[in-house]
């Protein structure tokens, strides 16, 4: 174990909060996933720009007040790039990601169950070639782990006033367009 | 109670409330959200019963030990959580093979789990390459204002949009 029993703990409830919150979204559905990249369901936009904006205020809130610090993941910019790429196409096809996906196993879906024994091979076939990608795409354009704020020097709050701006847009357009289709 | 037990609730409502869980999450053990390399670690660990010595010499393995950490716990958690909501509002009759897939591939089960197989190793090996997925990345490195959960958001829809257009071409032409 590698941490406390209390952190495991946490880890479980955060965790079913998670998937009860994936499962009652219906970000779990095969139809709902493959229907967002075709244009016809937006439950999975919806869903993350507003966790984006509601979680990001607050985590920033938080940092300001010192109760946490960010955990930025570095900008491989080649590596999240094509890596993204290649994601996008395995969600496409599967209709999952890993969380849903699990989440849908656990629903009793058959295909998230195969899915996942996938995800744990392609998990497998990456650690196999990544001494290799080390030295290659994943050194290739790094710029850290940096912030959108760090990297354009525009301050944090002025951001995320644009940010909830353009994303309040951004669902304007999208209910509007899911009026006139009827949806 | 009557809302536990409701099928689906809106999209702006779990989405706000994910966001929410972020600030339990950061709170408390001062993580970001993530479940792809929980994924991994088992995968691993899965892989140590049959050669450990490979996997324990492995770099990547070196670097992400799979042991049973929080973020394991929370995938743990995430099924759980998913099947007990999925037991309260009694949603769980859908279709073997839903939606846009059997209106284009038709209704084998065979076909579409061999593809669902290979769909998820294609999905997790873009997730390791790209250092996390759609929670660790496209939600949690997004809320951080991370230049690489921007990236990766954008770089999955791009790609998404593209590959749906393709595979379902016939699909959409009819309909």
């Not at chain 1, 610090?69 to 196409?89: E, R, Y």
């Not at chain 2, 959960?149 to 009819?174: H, I, P």
Request: proline share 3%.
């Amino acid at each position: 174990m590698a941490d406390p029993i209390g952190k495991l703990v946490l880890g479980l409830i955060t965790g079913f909060l998670f998937g009860f919150l994936l499962q009652k979204g219906q970000v779990t559905k095969y139809p709902v996933i493959v229907g967002q990249f075709l244009l016809r369901d937006f439950t999975v936009l919806k869903t993350m720009l507003t966790a984006v904006v509601v979680g990001g205020v607050g985590v920033y809130l938080l940092k300001a007040f010192g109760l946490a610090s960010l955990h930025v993941k570095p900008a491989q910019l080649a590596a999240v790039a094509v890596g993204g790429l290649i994601f996008g196409v395995g969600m496409t096809v599967l209709g999952y990601c890993p969380g849903t996906g699990v989440a849908a196993a656990a629903e009793g879906k058959m295909d998230a169950i195969f899915g996942v024994l996938g995800m744990m091979v392609g998990a497998l076939l990456f650690a196999e070639q990544f001494a290799y990608f080390g030295r290659t795409i994943l050194s290739w354009a790094d710029l850290g782990p940096v912030t959108v704020p760090q990297l354009t020097g525009v301050p944090v709050w002025l951001i995320w006033v644009a940010l909830a701006i353009a994303v309040a847009l951004v669902f304007r357009l999208v209910e509007s367009y899911e009026r006139r289709r009827g949806v | 109670m009557r809302y536990l037990r409701m099928k689906k609730w809106s999209p702006y409502v779990t989405g706000a409330l994910i966001g929410v869980l972020s600030w339990f999450a950061f709170g408390s053990v001062d993580r970001p959200i993530g479940v792809s390399t929980a994924i991994s670690k088992t995968a691993g660990m899965v892989e140590s019963t049959v050669a450990g010595d490979h996997v324990s010499h492995n770099a990547y393995f070196t670097k992400f030990r799979p042991s049973v950490d929080w973020e394991w716990m929370l995938v743990v958690g995430l099924a759980l959580g998913a099947f007990v909501s999925s037991r309260l509002s009694g949603d769980r009759r859908a279709e073997a093979v839903e939606g846009p897939w059997r209106a284009r591939f038709g209704a084998s089960t065979r076909v579409r789990h061999a593809v669902a197989f290979l769909g998820g190793v294609v999905l997790m090996f873009g997730a390791r390459l790209a250092g996390g997925c759609t929670s660790g990345h496209g939600i949690s490195g997004s809320l951080q204002l991370a230049v690489s959960g921007w990236l990766f958001f954008a770089c999955v829809f791009a790609s998404g949009l593209l590959t749906a257009s393709l595979l379902f071409r016939k699909e959409k032409a009819r309909g």
